[in-house]
């Protein structure tokens, strides 16, 4: 389940089964997002990207959706194996020129084996 | 071969000193970028130079100042150390263009400042 507040928000899911984590948006100009995922020890790392006049991209296990309507993104991932613990970011920019990128607070996702 | 090294990956110092981390890119890229990540691991970009020239500067104490020797160099200086200064640092960096990669940042493994 999720927990909220003062800790990291935290998905536990166990091997095997889909996992999907929300994320928030900010600002309504934003028209290109990004999921990163963050390793312990590691730097985040790109794992897939949406722009705005999309609502759907896949990619390896990985499946993005993104509703403007309410400024809501989630990542599902298919078959959660223990290598996708991990933290996962979205982050949002409007493209053009040299815009910045804002990072979403983050969610942990442990997978039980 | 690693893409965005950092240099040290871990600094531990006491208030009022002043310190320095580097950060380099093999990737050919053009603009690279300083972020803060706190305990929450909140991720907050500070700084990011597009061919040596500054472009994005968040409101960040001027304690902190970044220096790009090249556009494969990001440098970041801090003086005078404070206890909130403990954090884990990033440097990223990414190619500029008309595409969706323009967008992907490949980032360093982090740098985890200490401030006692």
């Known amino acids: 389940g999720e927990s909220v507040g003062l800790h990291l928000p935290t998905l536990s899911v166990q091997e095997g089964d889909n996992s999907i984590i929300n994320c928030a948006y900010s600002n309504s100009a934003s028209d290109y997002f990004i999921w990163y995922k963050q390793e312990s020890g590691k730097g985040p790392q790109f794992i897939i990207d949406i722009r705005s006049n999309m609502d759907k991209r896949q990619g390896q296990r990985v499946t993005v959706l993104l509703n403007k309507t309410v400024k809501h993104l989630s990542l599902q991932i298919a078959a959660t194996q223990p290598g996708d613990s991990a933290v996962y970011f979205c982050?949002?920019?409007?493209?053009?020129?040299?815009?910045?990128?804002?990072f979403g607070t983050g969610t942990k996702l442990q997978v039980i084996p | 071969d690693t893409a965005v090294s950092q240099t040290p990956k871990y600094l531990v110092t006491q208030m009022g000193n002043d310190k320095s981390i580097k950060c380099e890119q093999n990737?050919?890229?053009?603009?690279m970028y300083w972020y803060k990540q706190d305990s929450k691991k909140f991720l907050k970009i500070m700084f990011s130079y597009n061919n040596k020239e500054l472009i994005i500067n968040e409101t960040v104490p001027n304690r902190f100042s970044p220096k790009s020797p090249d556009k494969a160099h990001l440098n970041l200086h801090i003086n005078s150390l404070e206890l909130g200064d403990s954090a884990v640092y990033f440097c990223a960096s990414s190619q500029t263009g008309t595409g969706a990669s323009s967008y992907e940042q490949y980032f360093g493994p982090g740098t985890r400042l200490t401030v006692t």
């Open positions: 982050a949002e920019t409007i493209s053009g020129g040299y815009q910045k990128v804002t």
């Open positions: 990737l050919g890229h053009d603009t």
